[in-house]
């Protein structure tokens, strides 16, 4: 355990010859307010920046361990609790999350101190987390993320409060950029992802909303695009633009002329993209919808 620094102070001695002119005040000097004495703000600092970024696990930088309230155990922060707690080894019927919000106890990393949970250690005085959240029970030494705690969505976000917006429809924080363009989806947060099934809300992977509105990881997304997947696995619409993927598409129906027993088949289609359905000659590459000109359509009949 750290080692902490104790302030101690001498009392003054002096001596005064001219004894007609001692006051009070003279023989007994003012106190001195603590808080003003020479390089005790100075102390004061270095203490509480002692172990900075020192301690912690692979989540956080921190200089506390918690007490978790649901099973009574000790750890690093609430990450490393559900990753133990939920392993495969565990039976299934004893695998549990931790309340986050309910966390009261934690144990300073220097001193070994167990507390309520608070910024700065009781015992040793250090400070535990330069970022220290008391509704999450968040403490974080790296700043660099710039935390923030959003009250509509009740935890802590990443990426500094400036620079993102809580839309109330959509239940979750996104870029200031998208404040007046992104299309509300109602929850779009509230689920899993349609690729790896993480519960997106308290994802700590980059979030991404796509053009439908949906959201999805970014790197999912792009796992996604590598195998050639361009459209959102739960509402099949395009996630990027494909207009020069309709003009090679346009060019290859061009140069492929269909069979005579096929050339005026017509079939009914539906636009995956506009949701429009259209009536429109049948061929084998692909068939073009007449409202927006997409090719991500579907057969419905005929």
């Known amino acids: 355990?750290?080692?902490?620094?104790?302030?101690?102070?001498?009392?003054?001695q002096f001596e005064c010859n001219d004894k007609k002119h001692m006051t009070e005040e003279g023989v007994y000097p003012p106190k001195s307010n603590p808080e003003s004495l020479p390089g005790e703000e100075s102390s004061?600092?270095?203490?509480?920046?002692?172990?900075?970024?020192?301690?912690?696990?692979?989540?956080?930088?921190?200089?506390?361990?918690?007490r978790a309230p649901c099973c009574n155990e000790i750890f690093d922060c609430r990450h490393c609790h559900n990753e133990a707690k939920n392993d495969i080894n565990v039976d299934y019927k004893h695998r549990h999350d931790m309340p986050r919000h309910q966390v009261k106890q934690v144990i300073c990393s220097l001193c070994g101190a167990e507390q309520e949970a608070q910024q700065n250690?009781?015992?040793?005085?250090?400070?535990?987390g330069k970022y220290f959240c008391d509704t999450c029970k968040?403490?974080?030494?790296?700043?660099?993320?710039?935390?923030?705690?959003?009250?509509?969505?009740?935890?802590?976000?990443?990426?500094?409060?400036?620079?993102?917006?809580?839309?109330?429809?959509?239940?979750?924080?996104?870029?200031?950029?998208?404040?007046d363009s992104h299309p509300c989806v109602e929850g779009a947060m509230h689920h899993d992802c349609p690729v790896c099934f993480e519960y997106l809300f308290e994802s700590r992977n980059d979030v991404i909303v796509m053009p439908c509105g949906h959201t999805i990881h970014k790197s999912c997304l792009n796992e996604m695009r590598e195998h050639?997947?361009?459209?959102?696995?739960?509402?099949?619409?395009?996630?990027?633009?494909?207009?020069?993927?309709?003009?090679?598409?346009?060019?290859?129906?061009?140069?492929?002329?269909?069979?005579?027993?096929?050339?005026?088949?017509?079939?009914?289609?539906?636009?995956?993209?506009?949701?429009?359905?259209?009536n429109v000659r049948f061929h084998f590459v692909a068939q073009k919808c007449l409202n927006c000109n997409s090719y991500n359509t579907r057969q419905t009949r005929g």
């Open 121 to 128: 250690c009781v015992n040793c005085g250090v400070c535990m």
């Open 228 to 278: 050639f997947q361009f459209t959102c696995p739960l509402c099949s619409k395009s996630v990027c633009d494909m207009s020069k993927v309709w003009e090679k598409l346009d060019m290859e129906i061009s140069a492929t002329p269909m069979p005579e027993p096929y050339q005026n088949k017509m079939v009914w289609i539906l636009c995956n993209d506009c949701g429009k359905t259209s």
């Open 1 to 12: 355990m750290g080692e902490v620094a104790v302030l101690h102070s001498e009392p003054l």
């Open 44 to 66: 004061t600092y270095d203490l509480q920046e002692k172990g900075y970024m020192e301690h912690g696990c692979q989540h956080y930088r921190r200089r506390c361990r918690i």
């Open 138 to 179: 968040l403490y974080d030494d790296d700043i660099s993320k710039q935390q923030y705690h959003c009250n509509g969505c009740g935890i802590c976000r990443t990426g500094g409060q400036e620079n993102f917006f809580h839309c109330n429809k959509c239940g979750c924080c996104y870029s200031t950029l998208l404040r």
